[in-house]
């Protein structure tokens, strides 16, 4: 099984440009979510989704949007790069009633650098 | 917002034993986890614990749940070269699971 897949692994921005990080789960979950990772920080989520079609925001989701208008997908939009997104970001999912119902199982995640 | 606590750091020697500690602030928390983290990898979950739970073994791994203090910690035993990584705490309620800093555990050989 692949799990959940990211991509891409690494990417480089300019500030203000836009890009997609790609998310992909192959175990039907209905869980899905975005974490940003930084030093001395611990995991930090941006926006969740509990089903296709419902999103919702997390701790940090200003400059990022998320849509699910399919069980397996959920890409991460960041609309105008800024260096404070410079980060490593982890895309996870669980079964059905999020991870307050049990384990999250995380991509290996993308890192983002934006000079 | 609540918060998860723990040490950033930790080193010991190969066949002691390492203990990890963590503290939180939610009481309603449900679920208590600890993630692994290898580097360059996501993290994966290594155990968790119920909150009405005081302690689970799980072969060389030790939980130990402190409701009334909200402090949790992971004891490994016999700790090997292949237990170097980042460990985190991790607390969940409802849609969100809320992440420690991680403690970066070094096994001297």
């Known amino acids: 099984n692949a799990g959940v897949t990211q991509t891409p692994k690494f990417q480089v921005l300019k500030t203000g440009q836009s890009m997609t990080l790609q998310c992909a789960q192959d175990?039907?979950?209905?869980?899905m979510s975005w974490y940003r990772q930084d030093p001395g920080m611990g995991l930090r989520l941006i926006h969740y989704?509990?089903?296709?079609?419902?999103?919702d925001q997390g701790e940090v989701p200003n400059g990022y949007n998320v849509s699910r208008s399919t069980t397996e997908d959920f890409p991460l939009r960041l609309l105008s790069a800024a260096p404070s997104q410079t980060s490593v970001y982890f895309c996870a999912s669980s079964y059905q009633g999020g991870p307050n119902t049990g384990e999250l199982f995380f991509g290996e995640g993308s890192r983002l650098t934006v000079l | 917002g609540e918060d998860v606590e723990q040490s950033l750091f930790l080193s010991v020697r190969e066949g002691d034993s390492s203990v990890i500690n963590c503290t939180y602030t939610d009481s309603s928390s449900t679920y208590l986890y600890w993630y692994k983290q290898e580097p360059g990898a996501g993290l994966q979950l290594l155990t968790y614990?119920?909150?009405?739970?005081d302690m689970k073994q799980d072969q060389r791994l030790t939980v130990l749940l402190n409701k009334k203090d909200k402090h949790l910690s992971l004891r490994i035993a016999d700790t090997q070269t292949g237990d170097s990584a980042i460990y985190f705490c991790?607390?969940?309620?409802?849609?969100?699971?809320?992440f420690g800093a991680g403690t970066r555990l070094t096994v001297k050989p």
């Open positions: 991790a607390e969940s309620t409802h849609n969100d699971m809320r």
């Open positions: 989704s509990v089903g296709a079609g419902i999103t």
């Open positions: 175990m039907n979950h209905e869980y």
């Open positions: 614990i119920f909150s009405n739970m």
